[in-house]
Nanobody, 131 residues
């Protein structure tokens, strides 16, 4: 099993930056310390949870939603079992609860934006962006 804890959320004015962190504990075996594809999702009231970004097991390639391309950067440190989401030039529409999600060790980022492809989820961290 894997447990995920997000941190780094908070309140910021439009145009500001935040860096979210996801720390994983436990393992499901396989390479990269037993953690597969790592992703970030967000949810705002009245809307479905949407994919924001994901990163390959190796950490050498990331995927992004069109709405955040060029502003957000995802990274991971496999030895630390941590994923970071650097969010720059934040907009009010970026506000919401951000969730970290991971797949079992060995699972790649195929269909990276599909929630059902992720095996473990964090509790979420709140991001507020004021205009």
């Amino acid at each position: 099993q894997v447990q995920l804890v997000e941190s780094g959320g908070g309140s910021v004015q439009a145009g500001g930056s935040l860096r979210l962190s996801c720390s994983a504990s436990g393992s499901t075996g396989g390479n990269y310390f037993g953690i597969g594809c790592m992703g970030w999702f967000r949810q705002t009231p009245g809307k479905e949870r949407e994919a924001v970004a994901a990163i390959y097991n190796s950490g050498d390639f990331g995927f992004y939603a069109d709405s955040v391309k060029g502003r957000f950067t995802i990274s991971r440190d496999n030895a630390m079992k941590t994923s970071l989401l650097q969010m720059n030039s934040l907009k009010p529409e970026d506000a919401g609860i951000y969730y970290c999600a991971v797949r079992r060790g060995g699972r790649s980022c195929s269909k990276w934006d599909s929630q059902i492809q992720y095996d473990f989820w964090g509790q979420g961290t709140q991001v507020t962006v004021s205009s």
